[in-house]
């Protein structure tokens, strides 16, 4: 038994003078109100970060013989860069000769992106590009002499990439692409999806 001022306490008043009633659940309340304050204040600035676009995309593309996906990254609403692998496969036959192409390709590529609106339309992108690509070319080849004769020929070519285009956004996550670019001495016109992350 506890002593106060001369007096006997029970046990359990004298808990209750030295912590007050309501003492530890006001300390508990203070401290569950804080982890609460701390957790919107994170959420808060969450939610902008999460709202806004992310700087990251992947896309699908498809030109006049050849398919391939990409990777790119926006730097900013002026510039983005991109890296892409592509397989195409062209075959020709003619007077009992043939020739079976398979060529594989991954490229590098910068853009300088141009913000445009329509009048009250939506708005959409033009962009310029310019970059590297390496090839791969196997070609299997086939032609008649006194004997049936194939052969295999494999070459690494090197070109430059040059282009532009328009691109559009259909929501948040989805857009798509249209534009024509030269590869080396080749020309062609190609198609893609866009996903941004």
């Excluded at 259909?170 to 001495?185: A, K, M, P, Q």
Aim: glycine share 10%.
């Amino acid at each position: 038994m506890l002593v106060w001022h001369g007096y006997p306490i029970p046990k359990r008043r004298a808990a209750n003078r030295i912590f007050p009633a309501g003492h530890r659940e006001s300390h508990l309340d203070e401290f569950m109100n804080r982890i609460l304050a701390g957790g919107l204040l994170c959420a808060a600035a969450l939610i902008p970060a999460c709202a806004a676009a992310s700087p990251l995309y992947a896309c699908v593309q498809a030109d006049n013989d050849s398919g391939g996906f990409g990777l790119g990254y926006r730097i900013n609403k002026t510039y983005a860069i991109e890296a892409h692998h592509r397989k195409s496969r062209e075959v020709i036959s003619h007077s009992g000769v043939s020739s079976d192409t398979h060529m594989t390709a991954a490229g590098m590529s910068g853009l300088v992106l141009f913000p445009m609106k329509m009048d009250e339309g939506a708005a959409y992108l033009v962009f310029a590009k310019a970059g590297y690509e390496r090839q791969r070319k196997e070609e299997i080849y086939s032609f008649p002499i006194s004997v049936t004769y194939n052969g295999t020929v494999t070459n690494i070519e090197n070109h430059t990439i040059l282009g532009g285009g328009v691109q559009f956004a259909f929501s948040r996550f989805l857009g798509g692409r249209t534009g024509v670019e030269v590869i080396g001495d080749k020309r062609s016109v190609y198609w893609s999806v866009i996903f941004t992350f």
